[in-house]
Every structure is written in C-alpha cells, then in structure tokens.
C-alpha cells in the first residue's frame, strides 16, 4: 500500500467514525504506514513507530577541555528503573546502559489553510531530580551519554545555531552556528563529531487531505518535497565544522535524517525507493560509499542496530505468536538469523543480551505497546512503562522515546 492510498484508506475509516480530527492526527498516519510496512516486509512469517532520532550523544565541551559527564546519585542507582503506572513516563525509566533520556509528542501548526508544519514538544529528563520536565523551546533534541548534555535546535527550522544545553539547569552553555539550516541532529558514538542534517525549509510539512464528507480530513505528511540540501560534519570541541551537498533526487520524504555508522567515519540515511529499511552510506566529503560490513545487514528503522559489543545485530518483525511479537536477531557480518527476542520493535540495547523495546500488551486487542526490557533467546518480558493508548482503528503515537547511554 502506498502513502496515497494510506490516506485515502484512513480518511474513510474517519468519515465513518463522523468526528473531525484532533491536532497531531497526522502522527497516527506515520505511524500506520509504518505499521503496515513493516508487517508486509514479515508477511511470509506474519509498531508503529517515528524514528527515533539517534541519540548517541556528546559530553559537554568547554574551551577544548572535557569534562565528567556520567551521571550521578539516582542515575547511578540500580540496574533497571522501571514505572509501569506511567504513560508517559515521569520519572527515570532505565535499564542497563540504556535510559530513556526524552520523550516527545508532536502537533502541527497551520501556515495557510492546506499547509502546515510539525511541532515537536519535548520532556527532558533531569539528572538531578531524575524526573521528566517539559521543555517547549527546542524543535529537535538529541541527548548525550551520561545524560548531562543535549545538542538542540530552535523552534523554526531550519535553524542557524546548534545549542549545548544543561539538562540539569535548563541553560545553553554554548552556541555552535551553522552556514546551512540545521533540521535534524546525531553524534558519533564517541560523542566528538556531530552530524547536522541541512534543509532549506522546515523537514515537517504536512499538508491538509479533506475528507469524503463534509467536516472531515487531516494533516498528512508532505511527500516529494526534496528539500534536503546536505549535511554538515561539526567537532563539537572546536565548534567548527564541514557541509557536504548530498542530492535530494531520491527523497520520498521531507525529513530525510543523517546519522553516524558506528566507528564515526561514515554518515548514512534512509534509501526511498528501494526493500523497507535500506540505507545509503556516505563518506564525509558526501561520496556515496559500500556500507560497513558490521552495518551492511542493518535498517534506519530499527533504533537497536548494533549490540555494545558489535556480536549481534537488531532487526525487524518476524512474527507474532498469541499475541506476542518477536523480532529477529540477526548476525550483522552474514545477516543470518541466529535468533529471536520479544518485541514489535527494538529501541535500544541495555547490554550485550538484553534490549528495550516496543511490546504490546498480553490480552489487549489492537496494538497497546509498552516499554518492556527483553531478552535475548528468551521468552522474558520486564514492563517499564505504562501502556501507550491508542484509539481504536487507528495507529498512533502520544509520545516518542529518546534513548541515551548512561
């Protein structure tokens, strides 16, 4: 199923429900699409899901010096941090090395009577306090390990500074400027290059599809816009950085992120067009280039990729059992299946067994996920979120997690 008939298949599912939409639907249009991607892409064996923005992050740098930026007092405490009373989350949900770090939800904002621009409102975890704050000033937030720092953008993209903020005071403690509109952001794993994607307007335009009656329609994302421009190579120590133009031919989507492989040599992207979840890697000049052999088998769409010591590889939906969905792990050098683990989609690696993860409710109809902290081999589920609602028909997303190392 393509994007035009998602829209046309969702808008008659509205007309019959005979309600106008409510502000953010079009993040329930993203996240059926995905849904229905990803399970034609398991159809021989049988969720929805944004992407997660990659959020390797960058210790905080000052005058070319780096100081401690693991965490401290509660951050430190115990192995797993979980609350399965909330959804969405306020306090510190961990387990391992993985923490969600931030969350955020996203409305769209009108700019004329068929268009309109996504609008993300994020809640920042605190070190301190070890509990999630509202934070309204940053269109697109990427946090660091130790949980200490965050590299942010401002409201309106794109944007022409990239932020170093304190999420234990809420203060910028520096500004980095970029030639080129910054509109979405990711570190390498060592925390010292960031990677800022460049647009010349806003990656989150939606465009207003009324319905087949009178009253009814809503917010879809813009396809085809071709906006990205390139991206730019920053040292955040330094501040100072590098663009490369990248040709937006093959862009299906107006956001079209760049991140870091894993050893910080190369960037990649999502490849429109081509199998679900297939990448294309760029050297740092903007050169199109082979993949790495440990990510040759990996897709944009699965948050986990890599385990921490590089042995095991994240992938996709395989399955569903009762209920249960179980996704494959994969051997990331041959691609090869070598087993399964629970879960409908993988966020993030809490040690070298064991992943956070998307996983729906035992016993609920319909898709009702919860963070849930899973096992390897193993048919072990540990809740650590509450339920994340959705309305019945209907795919959606209330809140995005945000994952950092501690």
Same mark, same amino acid.
């Given at each position: 199923?393509?994007?035009?008939?998602?829209?046309?298949?969702?808008?008659?599912?509205?007309?019959?429900?005979?309600?106008?939409?409510?502000?953010?639907?079009?993040?329930?249009?993203?996240? /059926?699409?995905?849904?229905?991607?990803?399970?034609?892409?398991?159809?021989?064996? &049988?969720? /929805?899901?944004?992407?997660?923005?990659?959020?390797?992050? &960058?210790?905080? %740098?000052?005058?070319?010096?780096?100081?401690?930026?693991?965490?401290?007092?509660v951050l430190d405490s115990g192995d797993v941090k979980a609350h399965p009373d909330q959804s969405p989350p306020r306090d510190m949900i961990a387990a391992g090395r993985a923490t969600l770090a931030a969350y955020y939800t996203t409305g769209v904002?009108?700019?004329?009577?068929?268009?309109g621009v996504g609008q993300r409102t994020y809640w920042l975890l605190n070190p301190g306090t070890g509990r999630y704050e509202k934070d309204t000033r940053w269109s697109y937030v990427a946090v660091a390990p130790g949980l200490r720092t965050a590299a942010v953008?401002?409201?309106?993209?794109?944007?022409?500074?990239?932020?170093?903020?304190?999420?234990?005071?809420?203060?910028?403690?520096?500004?980095?400027?970029?030639?080129?509109?910054?509109?979405?952001? $990711?570190?390498?794993?060592?925390?010292?290059? %960031?990677?800022?994607?460049?647009?010349?307007?806003?990656?989150?335009q939606y465009e207003w599809r009324t319905g087949p009656k009178p009253g009814t329609g809503m917010w879809v994302p813009r396809f085809g /816009?071709?906006?990205?421009?390139?991206?730019?190579?920053?040292?955040v120590a330094s501040g100072k950085g590098s663009w490369a133009g990248v040709s937006a031919d093959r862009v299906e989507n107006s956001r079209e992120d760049?991140?870091?492989?894993?050893?910080? $040599?190369?960037?990649?992207?999502?490849?429109?067009?081509?199998?679900?979840?297939?990448?294309?890697?760029?050297?740092?000049?903007?050169?199109?280039?082979?993949?790495?052999?440990n990510e040759r088998y990996l897709r944009w769409d699965i948050g986990a990729r890599l385990s921490p010591d590089g042995r095991l590889a994240a992938?996709?939906?395989?399955?569903?059992?009762?209920?249960?969905?179980y996704s494959a792990i994969r051997d990331p050098l041959s691609g090869k299946r070598l087993t399964e683990v629970r879960g409908a989609e993988l966020l993030a690696w809490a040690d070298g067994e064991r992943l956070i993860a998307w996983e729906r409710t035992p016993g609920s109809s319909g898709y009702r996920p919860r963070l849930m902290l899973v096992t390897v081999g193993?048919?072990?589920? &540990?809740?650590?979120?509450?339920?994340r609602e959705q309305p019945a028909g209907l795919s959606r997303q209330p809140w995005t997690p945000v994952f950092a190392e501690r």
């Open positions: 199923m393509n994007a035009e008939e998602l829209v046309r298949e969702t808008l008659r599912e509205q007309a019959a429900e005979q309600g106008p939409p409510a502000p953010g639907f079009a993040d329930r249009v993203l996240a /059926a699409r995905r849904r229905r991607r990803t399970r034609r892409l398991a159809s021989a064996a &049988v969720c /929805a899901a944004a992407v997660v923005a990659v959020a390797v992050g &960058v210790p905080l %740098l000052d005058g070319g010096g780096k100081r401690d930026v693991r965490p401290a007092g904002a009108r700019r004329s009577a068929d268009s953008l401002e409201r309106t993209l794109p944007a022409s500074r990239i932020g170093l903020l304190d999420l234990a005071t809420g203060k910028v403690e520096r500004w980095i400027p970029v030639d080129r509109g910054a509109g979405g952001l $990711a570190f390498s794993r060592d925390g010292r290059k %960031l990677v800022a994607t460049t647009y010349d307007d806003s990656p989150d /816009a071709r906006i990205r421009t390139g991206f730019e190579v920053v040292d760049f991140a870091f492989s894993r050893d910080g $040599a190369l960037v990649f992207a999502m490849l429109v067009g081509e199998r679900d979840g297939t990448e294309q890697f760029y050297d740092l000049r903007g050169r199109e280039v082979a993949a790495p052999a992938w996709g939906l395989v399955r569903e059992r009762q209920g249960v969905s193993s048919d072990k589920a &540990v809740p650590l979120s509450g339920v």
